[in-house]
Nanobody, 121 residues
Framework: QVQLVESGGGLVQAGGSLRLSCAAS????????MGWYRQAPGKQRELVAT???????KYADSVKGRFTISRDNAKNSVYLQMNSLKPEDTAVYYC???????????????WGQGTQVTVSS
């Protein structure tokens, strides 16, 4: 029943920056693991970054040092700051909330609707 709404995608030149945002439609446990995935045409969806409730982060090798994931628990939101963008970063980006199994509902995974990021050369 939770909806994730994404914003911030668009067209940017190589070397530029974008900031993606994703907000849940209702209060989410601070224990949720939040993440970003992306999918380019003809390619499989891949994990970009994750952040735990404690603030621990992981990044795909292809974006490490250029992208930063962050969260605001009060706003039930996750963000992705993308710097030094490359044409290879062009894809639809999806946010993901992974709720822990010990909640009354059990484990639940929610996805955003996707937002297009296009990096021109």
């Amino acid at each position: 029943q939770v909806q994730l709404v994404e914003s911030g995608g668009g067209l940017v030149q190589a070397g530029g920056s974008l900031r993606l945002s994703c907000a849940a439609s209702e209060t989410i446990s601070s224990s949720v693991v939040m993440g970003w995935y992306r999918q380019a045409p003809g390619k499989q969806r891949e994990l970009v970054a994750t952040i735990t409730g404690a603030g621990g982060t992981k990044y795909a090798d292809s974006v490490k040092g250029r992208f930063t994931i962050s969260r605001d628990n009060a706003k039930n939101s996750v963000y992705l700051q993308m710097n030094s963008l490359k044409p290879e970063d062009t894809a639809v980006y999806y946010c993901n909330f992974d709720l822990p199994s010990w909640l009354p509902s059990g484990r639940r995974v929610y996805w955003g609707q996707g937002t297009q990021v296009t990096v021109s050369s």
